[in-house]
């Protein structure tokens, strides 16, 4: 079970992370977890150019380490990056000293102050030492397609984010294999959508947060 729609509540609960961002204008945050993947980021690439958008990408540093040139093509064009961990590790069973030294290892391969904890789970002392002492902004999201669930028809994918996003929505996909085949089949539509409906889709970096 998940939220397609992050609840307020558990926005307060943890209101050191970042949920959502708030802005003036009609923007979009796209993320995409899991990356980099031979197949599914390229096609994540080719389809944000198509309406010139940018997007922000939360890397695993194993894949980063095997994909070093789709990683480059990614800050090539203009996208932003993060910090997903080196082995896409939970944290909530992850010793902490564990966790944060697979940041780490992470962050030798990708630079950014941004970082995602995998499935969003992460321990209240994790959290505090990446934010505190790491120098961390963690970022979670407003809009979940769940487009990783193999059992969710690519429609309802579809739905999910068309029916959940406001302005300042942050939206995770995953350009990974497992979530290939709905991501593949939602965001081009969401592309389409909210582009003719005069949304701009914006990157999120350290100079996004006041």
């Not at 197949?39 to 150019?49: G, N, S, Y």
């Not at 669930?149 to 497992?178: A, N, R, Y």
Request: hydrophobic share 40%; proline share 5%; aromatic share 12%.
């Amino acid at each position: 079970m998940y939220f397609v729609k992050t609840p307020w509540w558990l926005k307060k609960i943890y209101a050191a992370y970042n949920w959502d961002i708030p802005v003036s204008e009609k923007k979009i945050f796209l993320t995409f977890d899991d990356g980099p993947h031979p197949v599914a980021t390229p096609f994540v690439l080719e389809q944000l150019k198509a309406y010139n958008a940018k997007a922000t990408f939360f890397c695993i540093g194993k894949n980063v380490a095997a994909g070093q040139s789709i990683y480059q093509q990614i800050l090539n064009e203009g996208h932003s990056v993060g910090n997903h961990t080196h082995n896409h590790l939970n944290g909530w069973k992850t010793k902490t000293a564990a966790y944060i030294d697979n940041v780490a290892e992470a962050s030798k391969v990708i630079r950014s102050g941004l970082f995602r904890p995998p499935y969003g789970r992460i321990s209240k002392e994790q959290g505090r030492l990446l934010r505190r002492v790491n120098g961390f902004r963690i970022i979670m999201w407003d809009v979940l397609s769940g487009d990783f669930d193999q059992q969710l028809p690519p429609e309802k994918c579809l739905g999910h984010v068309l029916q959940k996003t406001t302005s300042g929505s942050i939206i995770v996909f995953h350009d990974s294999q497992k979530a290939l085949r709905n991501m593949q089949y939602a965001l081009p539509e969401v592309l389409k959508h909210f582009s003719q409906s005069g949304f701009s889709f914006e990157a999120i970096t350290e100079l996004t947060f006041p």
